[in-house]
């Protein structure tokens, strides 16, 4: 009897020993996908003892691993060529739109007629477009391609913003916005001038382009204590336009909602990549517009003058910077 024990005692004993390599087996594999995932790496596990059902299990893992490492390369070769006809075609289209504009030029010193002159001006307006739309191209493809050189100083952001909002007073006019501005005198930042400058300028011009109503910028310190920003720039949606909050950010994303009836959809996809390299966030929520505010857009415009449909909803942009 004392045997039987003793050799049950000896089973229970291997048993339990078999088990904890084989645990351990199982860690070492859980941490070696971890390990990959956090090196972004592909490469196939294996077990030192042979058991079939974890042999199997490993099997599947490493087939699992392999196509999602091959989906991974195919992704990043598609996104290179991407990249690379970006480049390319804003690059190729600079020339000839160079060469439109001169011979536009030359042709407004001739002696014109009224109406042939108001056709090159047509023509100049068109050429003017499709260069923004080239020099819209040649920002981000530059941005994609190229390493962040940042020349970091101390910037008041509510002066930069200031600034900026200034320069764009026309184009806010012309939209028919009505410019709210919500600031401290003064909000040190250290950041990289120029990109900030570019951030605040292309969310400006997606508000005179998309934007109905309302636009409102407010512009506050970032965490208690912590340095940094967060500036929001706000805008009514027309009526009908579908906005997808997550897909704003998006390359050649449009809504339809464009005024000049153009719009390259790179402006907030250049704007995520310029906040990026600052080490930021920048996120898109859509909400409810108010009664009041709905009114004022509806009291503001003249239905018999085919003027713009009254917004429904209001786009915020939160760009949230660091100090860097």
Request: glycine share 8%.
């Amino acid at each position: 009897m004392e045997v039987l024990a003793g050799l049950l005692a000896l089973a229970w004993l291997g048993t339990a020993a078999y088990l904890a390599l084989v645990l351990a087996q199982v860690r070492r594999v859980r941490r070696e996908l971890r390990q990959q995932r956090q090196q972004d790496r592909h490469e196939p596990s294996t077990l030192a003892l042979v058991v079939p059902a974890l042999e199997g299990l490993t099997a599947e893992v490493n087939a699992a691993v392999r196509r999602a490492g091959e989906a991974t390369s195919r992704s990043r070769a598609e996104e290179r060529r991407i990249r690379s006809f970006i480049a390319d075609i804003s690059h190729d289209l600079r020339t000839p739109l160079t060469s439109i504009r001169g011979y536009l030029q030359l042709l407004e010193r001739s002696e014109l007629t009224a109406e042939q002159r108001q056709k090159v001006q047509v023509a100049h307006e068109q050429a003017r477009a499709m260069g923004a739309l080239v020099d819209r191209l040649y920002e981000y493809a530059y941005l994609l391609d190229s390493a962040p050189d940042l020349a970091v100083a101390s910037v008041d952001a509510s002066v930069l913003v200031g600034e900026c909002l200034l320069g764009m007073t026309a184009p806010i006019e012309a939209a028919g916005l009505e410019a709210q501005v919500s600031a401290p005198a003064s909000l040190p930042l250290t950041t990289d001038r120029e990109k900030l400058t570019r951030i605040v300028q292309n969310l400006l011009r997606n508000a005179v382009q998309h934007g109905r109503g309302t636009l409102h910028v407010s512009l506050e310190p970032g965490v208690p204590g912590g340095g940094g920003l967060v500036l929001q720039v706000s805008n009514g949606v027309p009526m009908g336009i579908d906005v997808d909050p997550a897909a704003l950010f998006e390359r050649f994303r449009t809504t339809g909602g464009t005024r000049a009836g153009r719009s390259s959809g790179l402006g907030l996809a250049i704007v995520k990549a310029l906040v990026e390299q600052l080490g930021g966030t920048v996120t898109g929520t859509l909400s409810a517009a108010s009664l009041s505010a709905a009114s004022h857009s509806a009291a503001s415009r003249d239905p018999a003058s085919g003027s713009e449909p009254p917004s429904a909803l209001i786009l915020t942009i939160t760009v949230a910077l660091p100090d860097l």
